[in-house]
């Protein structure tokens, strides 16, 4: 029998059978379309950044620092221009900004820009429709429309920031390089440089990033050599240019694409081993006719080549109509991104991703079909004469070779899968780590489901009490011959322990967050504090209601390593978090040991101590190498301080600018300028008050309520919990649908009993309600098993690998079950509704 | 002469675990080309066993079985299909066709296990159909066919590759005695036509009254085998 035989009779056979497999090619689409949908999006996007990496960055290059230029930098760039370099100065910083309507302050981020020369490239869109010049002048800015919702200040309303007045002029539709800047997570206030001078935010110290974006003309040097002369500038600060668009971008973006694809994996996964369940119901009933050809001189690879070809023709087939879905979901991404980017319509459909998709539907398709498929080869052809003789017992050899077979076809599965996971990951270690974790939660729901099903029978068989005849019916159907439940509940639980895991993990991992400001820590954080606020602001906050614990004040100068033990630093190799300290950071005097803090070695000095003397953290002083009695030496603000370490320190508190890696003794860090951050713990009803009032008296402080915080967090986890639920849904979609499939794989089987039941006198509501009870087990034990599975992976995920705190909560678990009971009965009547309308005649006659 | 099937000590033991059922308890049979033999027995006297350990469709306990010079009982599945596709055909008591392939597909299905793939087997096939009467149906399906109609295409199926032997199980026993009566006419014109041994497992006394020879099973042996001048069947 050739293939072009073989492919006959597959098609003619999935056309008589085009029921069940319709529900199979669903399963296989809903993880297809999964799957094109991420990387499609995700290679789209990526497609969209590097053509418009000019315009996502506003420049050809841009440097960015957390310090003010010296004029030794500016007289560089100055340098830079004449040899036709141009170049626009942008700020970044967070503060606080209100409005008449609204009194208590919001926390804003800033972006300060030139407007005659922003941007060097893309459009930054305005409503009303005007030039960036005229609307951000000295008493002008523009907002967002989330900021000038919040602050419910129309267009021609008044703003106020750093306790000065200005007028809204526009909103801002679109920024072009809104991702490229930092310190984003607030609502977006712009403004000229002309009003954030006005405003005063701006000192040495300053939480503030500088950002320079520079155009390059056809006269000046090309990007690499202008690339080199910036670092040179500017060796502090991060230089990129337009080639590597944004890498944090890209990284988060290959990272996520990598997670998604993989989540899009198991919805396929879930939806082959539908195929292979249709496929082995399939080769059950077509037994008969595998026999007859076997017996009339077919071979088993023969044989083979018609249900391999079913089972390609499903694969793609699925595939393809996932691909469909995939588009779909494509175009579904841009909406949950759009805050950040604009994306264009002509970035929805990628023909390598849906080639991917396709590829990889096929593939487990066929892994996943492979069992049965194999079961072909263990037909006998005598069954045509004996078919009510129980099967002969084969011999020891015969077995172990035909179990070596499934054996083999495990191991292929595996590796394949594995492969698979490795493709879509780019990584052969995390290829691994998949398959072998699916195995694991795959045979892990295999056991739950066969001892569940097991003991409800038992239960059914030993109960003491007498359970209604419906229930008990309904009950007995989950062990009607070909009726696959328990293949059925590892599917459905596979779906329902996924989507949960990814539910609990991220909402432990959100209050893990919250729970880290236990009581006495600080709630609220004070930043950019002069030294004329410093007193007045400590006074305030002491005479404030809801006062829970002492304020702290601590001074922050902004200082840079310069040598270790009389090596300079260029000389010292210092890798990884180390080589934070090349560049300027804030650092600290104390004269008293702070609170939460220990020494390990060395000794606190005495207050009022002449000697310039520092204490280094634990971490910081093993990577510099330092204990008591070595030395350090700092630069800061042209000034070079050299301090001897008197001890090293362990502080276990949450901190807020200042970083306390290096504190110094007041005398080392005498006559610098200084800024000042406090942070202080409030009742939770308190906070608002003092924001006010802090804010009317200091307006260039900025207060951030963590809490606020912890809300622009927990919108970030939630939009990207969002979309993994998204996908992670194809997963139980998949399962209701391979329910749906078995349900309908067994539908002559319900017919025949339909009809004995209505010839018995059974009413239509009571055979449904029969099914019902049925279909609810099979959704109550699915999302029992996933439920319970995700509990555990979760509590292993949070506590073994990321470090948080996991703590049972029942509600999303009984949410859980009650919805996959929900789906469970909505798939199972979608695939037997029909079966109920049944007359009794037309079948008992064709028996 | 070589008889084209040998068969010596034949033994079937099902082993179902619990129990142990003796199905044939050692049979010697010689059956030389060209002879047409009825096998007959009881129910459960284990005639069906023998036909499908014969056609190698099963795998016997202990024994011999040389089919046409050929020792089958140690062969692999694929050769033992092999050899059934080039030597034996087939009629069984169900029809057993393809329901998803038409009457002309149904009949053609041997030769294309066996590689064929030209307009020589359309046209055996067709010539076939012709000789039981189904022309105007050879693109019916299954389905679309009466049970003797059914049995005509299986008939016609078994002649397909000219196999030296063929074998029927009970190829009645499903259809009214007007039809069985026509379907055993054919069987044995065809057989005639084509020079083949027919094996043919029966318990009607009628149809057995046709064979040059006559073997009876009981209880998984062999109670008598007799040679015998045919009836012509009515």
Known sequence: MNWRIASKIAWREMRSSSYRFLFVALAVAAGVGALTGVRGFSQSFRGMLLSEARTLMAGDLSTRMFALPNEEQFAALEDLASRGVTRTWVTETLSMASSASTPDPLLVSIKAVDPKVYPFYGNLRLEPALALREALTPESVALSEDLELRLGVPVGGTVRVGGQDFRVAAIVASEPDRMSGSLNVGLRLLMSREALDRTGLIRPGSRAAQRFLFKLSPQSPGVEEVRGILRKIFPEARVIDFRETHPSITRGLNRSTTFLSLVSLIA??????????????????????????????????????????????????????????????????????????????????????????????????????????????????????RREMPEARLPWRTRARESRAAWAAAGGMLLGLGGIAAWLSDSVRLGAWFAGGLVTSLIALTLVAWILLRSLRAFLRRSPWRIPAMVRHGMANLYRPGNQAEAVLVALGVGVMFTLTVYLVQRSLLETIVKSAPPGMPNVFLLDITEREREPLLELIQAQPGLAGKPQIVPSVAAKLSGVNGTPLEELRIEGWGRRWRSTRSVSWQEELPEHTTILQGQWWPKGAAEPMVSVAEETAKILNLSPGSRIEMLASGRTIQARVAAVHRTEAIRLGATNDFLFNASALAGLPTIYYGGVRMQPGGVVALQREAYRRFPTVTVVNVVDALEVIQ???????????????????????????????????????VVILKTLGGTRRRVARIFSVEFSILGLVAGVMGSVLATAFSAILLKELLDAEFRFDPLPNAIAVVLTAVIANSAGWLASFRILGQKPLEVLRDE | MQPIIHVRGLTKTIDSGSHKVEILKGIDLDVPAGQFVAIMGQSGSGKST??????????????????????????????????????????????????????????????????????????????????????????????????????????????????????ADEPTGNLDSANGRHILELLIELNRREGATLILVTHDRTLAGSASRLVTLSDGLIVSDELREPAVPA
């Open chain 1, 268 to 385: 396929l996964i879930v939806g082959a081993l539908g195929v292979a369940m249709a496929m082995h119901a399939h080769i059950q009933q077509k037994m008969d006719s595998i026999a007859i050809m076997k017996s009339l001189g077919g071979r088993s690879g023969q044989i083979l080549r018609i249900y391999l070809l079913q089972a390609m023709m499903l694969g793609l087939g699925g595939g393809l109509l996932g691909v469909a879905v995939g588009s779909g979901i494509q175009a579904l991404f841009p909406a949950l991104i759009a805050k950040y980017f604009h994306v264009r319509p002509d970035a929805l459909f990628n023909p390598g991703a849906a080639v991917q998709g396709l590829a990889a539907g096929l593939l487990t398709t066929l892994l996943f079909t492979l069992p049965p498929l194999l079961s072909i080869r263990r037909i006998r052809p005598g069954i045509i004469f």
């Open chain 1, 715 to 753: 919108e970030m986890v939630d939009q990207i919990a969002l979309v993994v639920r998204f996908l992670s849904a194809f997963a139980i979609i998949a399962g209701a649908v391979i329910l749906a499939s078995s349900v309908a794989g067994t539908r002559f089987r319900r017919i025949r009993e």
């Open chain 2, 50 to 167: 023998l036909l499908g350990l014969l056609a190698g469709l099963d795998t016997p306990t202990s024994g011999t079985i040389i089919l046409d010079g050929r020792d089958i009982t140690g062969l692999e599945e694929d050769d033992l299909a092999l050899l059934r596709g080039r030597t034996i055909g087939f009629v069984f008591q169900s029809y057993q066709l393809i329901p998803t392939l038409t009457a002309e597909e149904n009949v053609l299905l041997p030769y294309e296990l066996g590689g064929g793939n030209g307009a020589d087997g359309v046209k055996r096939a067709r010539e076939l159909l012709g000789s039981v009467g189904l022309d105007d149906r050879r693109d019916h399906y299954p389905v679309q066919l009466s049970g003797g109609e059914q049995q005509r295409v299986a008939l016609a199926r078994a002649f397909m590759v000219k196999p030296p032997i063929l074998m």
